[in-house]
């Protein structure tokens, strides 16, 4: 199993930046693919970026340029570093991991965006 925490959320006004972490419970060079996922409310959950073991990312159009997502394999650690944040990125975002037959989900951490 993997146990999934995320960190980094908050309150940030339009245009600003947050950086979310997302630290597993066992070593992420056995995981093979790790994201993060964003649900508004009202709405469904959504792909906002993965990356896989080998450090190949997909994003989801609406982030493209604005998010990045990377992996500190010495630190079990997934980010995403958000820039040029617009309200309509307000959600809760989850952190996410495929390992072996499984995928595994953080609690989540809201990130507010005002205008």
């Known amino acids: 199993q993997v146990q999934l925490v995320e960190s980094g959320g908050g309150l940030v006004q339009a245009g600003g930046s947050l950086r979310l972490a997302c630290t597993a419970s066992?070593?992420?060079?056995?995981?093979?693919?790790m994201g993060w996922y964003r649900q508004a409310p009202g709405k469904q959950r959504e792909l906002v970026a993965i990356i896989s073991s080998g450090g190949s990312t997909i994003y989801a159009d609406s982030v493209k340029g604005r998010f990045t997502i990377s992996r500190d394999n010495t630190k079990n650690t997934v980010h995403l570093q958000m820039n040029s944040l617009k309200p309509e990125d307000s959600a809760v975002y989850y952190c996410?991991?495929?390992?072996?037959?499984?995928?595994?989900w953080g609690q989540g951490t809201q990130v507010t965006v005002s205008s």
């Open positions: 066992r070593t992420i060079f056995s995981i093979k693919t």
């Open positions: 996410t991991a495929d390992y072996i037959a499984d995928t595994y």
